[in-house]
């Protein structure tokens, strides 16, 4: 093997979540294909209802806390007016059963956003966690 071979393999690129899932234009995508499953899916009526009727604000919302947390702009963080995450979500009734709606909606938006294979699994783990955090009350 040749030292430019050697020093080829060596090479590691790192990319965050946020590349892997397409940068600006696939977390947007990500945000706005999960709100509007959350709107259309008789089975998310739990969720839907703790929205008001405009879903514009909040997708920009979840768009820019993806953003930052998926290791892209930390666009959410930046806002003067943003919220703890936990705090934000704390004055919801959240169960298991919104939990599940909840992941529902984002597994088929990472789906459908094609977000597969090891990438899927990381994510779903970490939302899995994330909405499991979110729960202010036991089953519903």
Not at 10 to 35: C, D, N, S
Not at 113 to 139: H, K, S, V
């Amino acid at each position: 093997m040749t030292v430019a071979e050697q020093a080829s393999e060596a090479v590691v690129v790192e990319a965050t979540p946020y590349e892997l899932v397409g940068g600006e234009a696939g977390v947007r995508h990500l945000a706005e294909r999960f709100y509007a499953i959350m709107d259309e899916e008789p089975d998310a009526r739990r969720i839907r209802a703790m929205h008001d009727a405009d879903l514009g604000p909040i997708k920009q919302l979840l768009f820019e806390f993806l953003s930052g947390w998926l290791g892209g702009p930390p666009l959410y963080f930046e806002r003067a007016e943003h919220r703890c995450i936990m705090s934000a979500h704390r004055p919801y009734p959240i169960g298991d059963a919104e939990r599940d709606e909840w992941m529902t909606c984002m597994r088929r938006a990472m789906f459908d956003c094609d977000i597969t294979g090891e990438m899927y699994d990381l994510l779903d783990r970490a939302f899995l966690r994330m909405a499991n955090a979110f729960r202010t009350r036991q089953a519903s």
